[in-house]
C-alpha cells in the first residue's frame, strides 16, 4: 500500500505534516515529531513586524517609541516578546534542517510585500525546503475594496516567486467575496500551494475590565466542514497542491480531508492534544481503512468521492437546498 504523497513538488511518506505552530520550536521535541510519525515540519511562524523592527525600528512605517502612534501599536508584542528574533528563525531553521531528513518549510507571516522578499533569500539560504505565506488580515478599512486587498496578495506571491527558488504556499482565511477567483489567481501567479484555512482567531471583551481580551482554543472536528467544501470544490481545478489546516483531529477527519481533495493535512491541536505519536496514529488509520475500501495508493483516495466538480456552483446549490428540506423538526426553512 502506498501512502505517499507530493506536496508543494516535494516528496513525503504521507500526508500528515506538522502546522505552523510552537511545536517545533525545540530541537528536542522537533526529532520527537520525526521520530512520531510527521511527514514535513512547518516552523512557527516569523512575523512580518518583527523583520520591519529588526531592520528600521518601525512598524507599518511608525515608530513605536514615538507618543504619536502609541495608541496604534499598543497591541503589537515588544521585540523580546517574542520566542525567535529574525537572526534566532534563521539560525533555527539550520539547526531542525541538520536534526531532521523529513523536509522542512518556513513560515513567514504579513500582509504586504514590505521586508518580506529579502528574508524570503535569507530564508532559502538557510536550507528550508519550502516557504509559506501565512496571509492573515481582517479587512475593517471601509475605503479599501475587495479588488486591492486581492491585487495586493496576489503582487506579493509574484513577488516571492521572483526572489527565490524553493516553492512556496499560500496560507489564506476563507473570508474572500469570490475565494475560488482568489484561488485561481494565486496559481497562476505561481503559488506552489494554498492551505485551507487560516484560523480566524477572534478576542472576546472582559466586562468586568472593560477591555478587549484575547482567546485562543485549540481546533475541533467541528470546524472541518468548511475546509472540505473549499477543497473539493477546487480539486482538479487549480495547478498548485492543497493543504488543509485546522479541524483535523481524528484519523477520520484527515481520511476526509485527503478524499475531498487534499495533498497535504497539517496538524496542530491534535498533535498538542494526544502528542507526537498522534502521527503514527494518523497514519494508521488511513491504511486501515484503505485496505477496508481497497485503495492502493492515497493518490486513488484522493477526489475518491465524485461531487460534480464540474459544476460545483450547481452541487453546492443543490446540496444547500437538500440540506434544509432534511430538517425534520417542523417550521420554516429560511
Known amino acids: 500500500m502506498n501512502l505517499a504523497t507530493t506536496y508543494l513538488g516535494l516528496k513525503l511518506s504521507h500526508p500528515?505534516?506538522?502546522?505552523?505552530?510552537?511545536?517545533?520550536?525545540?530541537?528536542?521535541?522537533?526529532?520527537?515529531?520525526?521520530?512520531?510519525?510527521?511527514?514535513?515540519?512547518?516552523?512557527?511562524?516569523?512575523?512580518?513586524?518583527?523583520?520591519?523592527?529588526?531592520?528600521?525600528?518601525?512598524?507599518?512605517?511608525?515608530?513605536?517609541?514615538?507618543?504619536?502612534?502609541?495608541?496604534?501599536?499598543?497591541?503589537?508584542?515588544?521585540?523580546?516578546?517574542?520566542?525567535?528574533?529574525?537572526?534566532?528563525?534563521?539560525?533555527?531553521?539550520?539547526?531542525?534542517?541538520?536534526?531532521?531528513?523529513?523536509?522542512?518549510v518556513a513560515s513567514l507571516n504579513g500582509i504586504t510585500a514590505e521586508s518580506w522578499a529579502g528574508f524570503a533569500r535569507t530564508i532559502e539560504q538557510a536550507g528550508a525546503d519550502a516557504l509559506e505565506l501565512n496571509i492573515y488580515e481582517m479587512a475593517v478599512d471601509?475605503?479599501?475594496?475587495?479588488?486591492?486587498?486581492?491585487?495586493?496578495?496576489?503582487?506579493?506571491?509574484?513577488?516571492?516567486?521572483?526572489?527565490?527558488?524553493?516553492?512556496?504556499?499560500?496560507?489564506?482565511?476563507?473570508?474572500?467575496?469570490?475565494?475560488?477567483h482568489v484561488a485561481r489567481e494565486l496559481d497562476i501567479a505561481g503559488a506552489d500551494g494554498l492551505v485551507i484555512f487560516n484560523r480566524f482567531y477572534q478576542p472576546d471583551i472582559d466586562l468586568a475590565k472593560m477591555a478587549v481580551t484575547p482567546q485562543v482554543e485549540l481546533s475541533t472536528s467541528a470546524e472541518l466542514l468548511l475546509r472540505l467544501r473549499w477543497l473539493s470544490a477546487l480539486r482538479g481545478r487549480l495547478r498548485c497542491s492543497l493543504a488543509v489546516t485546522g479541524g483535523v483531529a481524528t484519523p477520520t477527519d484527515g481520511i476526509k480531508a485527503i478524499v475531498a481533495g487534499a495533498h497535504g493535512v497539517q496538524l496542530?491541536?491534535?498533535?498538542?492534544?494526544?502528542?507526537?505519536?498522534?502521527?503514527?496514529?494518523?497514519?494508521?488509520?488511513?491504511?486501515?481503512?484503505?485496505?477496508?475500501?481497497?485503495?492502493?495508493?492515497?493518490?486513488?483516495?484522493?477526489?475518491?468521492?465524485?461531487?460534480?466538480?464540474?459544476?460545483?456552483?450547481?452541487?453546492?446549490?443543490?446540496?444547500?437546498?437538500?440540506?434544509l428540506q432534511s430538517w425534520a423538526g417542523g417550521g420554516s426553512h429560511t
Open 16 to 104: 500528515f505534516m506538522v502546522g505552523a505552530s510552537p511545536l517545533a520550536d525545540h530541537l528536542d521535541t522537533v526529532k520527537r515529531l520525526e521520530d512520531g510519525g510527521a511527514s514535513a515540519i512547518v516552523l512557527r511562524s516569523l512575523f512580518e513586524e518583527q523583520i520591519t523592527m529588526d531592520e528600521s525600528a518601525r512598524i507599518h512605517h511608525m515608530d513605536p517609541a514615538d507618543p504619536a502612534f502609541a495608541a496604534a501599536l499598543s497591541a503589537f508584542p515588544r521585540p523580546e516578546k517574542y520566542p525567535l528574533s529574525p537572526l534566532e528563525y534563521v539560525e533555527h531553521i539550520r539547526r531542525v534542517k541538520d536534526m531532521v531528513r523529513i523536509p522542512v
Open 142 to 180: 471601509p475605503r479599501e475594496s475587495a479588488l486591492a486587498i486581492e491585487a495586493r496578495i496576489r503582487d506579493l506571491v509574484i513577488d516571492i516567486k521572483r526572489t527565490i527558488a524553493i516553492p512556496i504556499a499560500v496560507k489564506l482565511g476563507p473570508f474572500f467575496t469570490a475565494f475560488g
Open 268 to 323: 496542530v491541536s491534535a498533535i498538542l492534544r494526544n502528542g507526537p505519536g498522534y502521527f503514527t496514529t494518523m497514519r494508521e488509520g488511513l491504511s486501515a481503512w484503505m485496505d477496508s475500501k481497497g485503495f492502493a495508493s492515497v493518490d486513488e483516495v484522493r477526489g475518491a468521492i465524485d461531487d460534480h466538480p464540474r459544476h460545483p456552483d450547481l452541487f453546492e446549490r443543490g446540496n444547500y437546498i437538500r440540506t
